[in-house]
Nanobody
Framework: QVRLVESGGGLVQPGGSLRLSCATS????????MSWYRQIPGKERELVAT???????NYADSMKGRFTISRDNAKNTVYLQMNSLKLDDTAVYLC???????????WGQGTQVTVSS
């Protein structure tokens, strides 16, 4: 059974930091591209960052220099370090796993991040 469980969200002030984690099981984590998306009510789901099985990373323009995605294959976990958080970063952050051939895509339930003063 495939599972993706996000954690680490919460309430933070503008300029603050959070580290999100996505613990996974049920698939060969090391071979999958892992991504973080975010969802704001009423808006389309937005890609935040991706890390491939080869540790290549890609970020949305608005996150470059502030967010860092990383993975620990020994723990089957992907992380998102978020610094210099802004009010606009408030969203539900979701973890996604995609196999190398694009056949399978798995999602977690998400973790709420609220940036507020």
């Amino acid at each position: 059974q495939v599972r993706l469980v996000e954690s680490g969200g919460g309430l933070v002030q503008p300029g603050g930091s959070l580290r999100l984690s996505c613990a996974t099981s049920g698939f060969t984590f090391s071979t999958y591209a892992m991504s973080w998306y975010r969802q704001i009510p009423g808006k389309e789901r937005e890609l935040v960052a991706t890390i491939t099985a080869f540790n290549d990373t890609n970020y949305a323009d608005s996150m470059k220099g502030r967010f860092t995605i990383s993975r620990d294959n020994a723990k089957n976990t992907v992380y998102l370090q978020m610094n210099s958080l802004k009010l606009d970063d408030t969203a539900v952050y979701l973890c996604n796993a995609r196999d190398p051939w694009g056949r399978y895509s798995y999602w977690g339930q998400g973790t709420q991040v609220t940036v507020s003063s």
